[in-house]
């Protein structure tokens, strides 16, 4: 009989310690999870602020075709984009 008392406790010590890896577990999947979706929201806001780069220089480049922007830091890549297209086009007729 002196044997179920040890039992009983060495069964309580292990439930005790399978409560105890359960709680931390569950926090540190609640964190990784929150860790993820921020990941996640940042990547996509990276995305949006690149096509909006992409937008604006594409705006800026009509405005500078059709004369309404003239800006002498902004003609290098102007000029630049404007080989790009002539090298792109030559590419694309051979």
């Given at each position: 009989m002196a044997e179920e008392?040890?039992?009983q406790i060495n069964s309580e010590k292990l439930i005790?310690?399978?409560r105890s890896v359960l709680t931390k577990g569950r926090s540190e999947v609640?964190?990784?999870?929150?860790?993820?979706?921020?990941?996640?929201?940042?990547?996509?806001?990276k995305k949006d602020?690149?096509?909006m780069y992409e937008k604006l220089g594409?705006?800026?480049?009509?405005l500078m075709l059709s004369?309404?922007?003239?800006?002498?830091?902004?003609?290098?890549?102007?000029?630049?984009?404007?080989?790009?297209h002539e090298?792109?086009?030559?590419?694309?007729k051979e």
């Open positions: 008392p040890r039992n005790g310690a399978l609640k964190r990784v999870g929150s860790q993820s979706k921020n990941q996640l929201s940042i990547r996509s806001l602020r690149s096509k594409k705006e800026v480049e009509q004369g309404d922007i003239i800006h002498p830091g902004l003609q290098r890549g102007f000029d630049r984009l404007q080989l790009l090298e792109i086009a030559k590419e694309e």
